[in-house]
């Protein structure tokens, strides 16, 4: 089935936000800072809550970090009460 042009259009735009925000992501220093935007990005709902689709290790690879790295960014966080987390699920604090 031929996409139509407004479809391909959404498409590439929704591509290129997606490109732009990873690029935005990759460029902070701090692993803390770098796995909370990405959380914050993907995180939806009243709760601001973020289901991870695969592993915490396939993220680490996602934004740069090694997987050593986000577990110790994530206890960081958990310890600041900045976000919780249960396995997979985590739910940001109100900033």
Same mark, same amino acid.
């Given at each position: 089935?031929?996409?139509?042009?407004?479809?391909?259009?959404?498409?590439?735009?929704?591509? &290129?936000?997606?490109?732009?925000?990873?690029?935005?992501?990759l460029?902070?220093?701090s $692993?803390?800072?770098?796995?909370?935007?990405?959380l914050?990005?993907?995180?939806?709902?009243?709760?601001? $809550?973020?289901?991870?689709?695969?592993?915490?290790?396939?993220?680490?690879?996602?934004?740069? &970090?090694t997987?050593?790295?986000?577990y110790?960014? &994530?206890?960081? &966080?958990?310890?600041?009460?900045?976000?919780?987390?249960?396995?997979?699920?985590?739910?940001?604090?109100?900033?």
């Open positions: 089935m031929e996409r139509l042009p407004t479809e391909l259009m959404i498409d590439l735009a929704r591509r &290129l936000h997606e490109a732009r925000l990873r690029i935005e992501i460029n902070i220093a $692993a803390q800072e770098r796995l909370l935007a990405y914050q990005a993907h995180a939806s709902g009243e709760n601001a $809550a973020f289901t991870l689709p695969s592993s915490w290790k396939a993220l680490a690879g996602e934004i740069g &970090l997987h050593e790295s986000v110790r960014a &994530l206890a960081q &966080l958990e310890r600041e009460g900045r976000l919780e987390r249960k396995g997979r699920q985590v739910w940001l604090a109100p900033p």
